[in-house]
């Protein structure tokens, strides 16, 4: 209901604010959705252009990702939910391990909902990678990394720890993934030297 009320304002906000309402560009801006235009007012200006310049496709992919984890974390940054996430795997393989079917249906299912960080996903991606076509694989990722962990959990309700493990790597595919796009090299040391090669 709000978003049905807000989705015309933001329109005309985004084609006020542009500029575009006098321009010749044939498409209007996207608007943009009523979650995201909060989280975007604590975005930097460039953050902010990037993602204002991602199809309503994308958008929308965005906005369903972030449906899907309603909760929603207060202050905690991405790399704090990542190590929360590191800690339910590291809980699952545990369970796997041990025959613990309850213990590893609870940590799959609390992977699968963690909270969102503050801010949403985007502002800790690196700028150059906010675009159309790097987020567009993040519903994969998220199949990958999610669908699998609730997979798991349904095998260990089953009582199917065979196939609960299987699914331990199909996991771990998805995080490697992501990190290969997004996460960048983390830890540099600023006191060391530039190696000549890698
Ligand atoms: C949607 C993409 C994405 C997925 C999927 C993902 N990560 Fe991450 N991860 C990131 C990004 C981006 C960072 C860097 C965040 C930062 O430093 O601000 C990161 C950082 C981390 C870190 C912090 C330490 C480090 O090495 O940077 C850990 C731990 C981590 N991820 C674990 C995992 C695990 C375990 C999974 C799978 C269960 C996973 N991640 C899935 C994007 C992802």
Redesign the pocket.
Same mark, same amino acid.
């Given at each position: 209901m709000k978003k049905i009320l807000f989705t015309p304002l933001i329109l005309a906000a985004c084609l006020v604010s542009t500029g575009l309402a006098a321009a010749e560009t044939p498409k209007p801006a996207a608007p943009m959705p009523a979650e995201m235009q909060n989280m975007m007012k604590v975005f930097t200006p460039e953050m902010r252009q990037k993602v204002m310049a991602l199809s309503p496709e994308l958008k929308g992919t965005i906005v369903k990702l972030h449906a899907g984890h309603p909760r929603r974390a207060k202050e905690t940054? *991405?790399?704090q939910i990542?190590?929360e996430? *590191?800690s339910e795997?590291q809980s699952i393989a545990s369970a796997v391990a041990t025959d613990n079917a309850e213990q590893a249906a609870e940590a799959a299912r609390r *992977?699968a909902s963690h909270r969102i960080p503050k801010g949403g *996903?985007l502002p800790?991606?690196p700028l150059d990678k906010v675009n159309d076509n790097d987020l567009g694989v993040?519903p994969a990722?998220?199949t990958?990394?999610e669908g699998s962990a609730l997979k798991l959990a349904e095998a260990a309700d089953a009582g199917n720890m065979a196939l609960a493990a299987s699914y331990m790597s199909d996991?771990?595919t998805?995080?490697v993934?992501?990190?290969q796009k997004?996460?960048?090299v983390?830890?540099v040391s600023a006191n060391l030297m530039t190696p000549m090669s890698k």
């Open positions: 940054n *991405l790399r990542m190590h996430i *590191l795997y *992977l *996903l800790y991606f993040l990722m998220n990958a990394v996991i771990m998805g995080c993934a992501c990190h997004f996460r960048g983390p830890g």
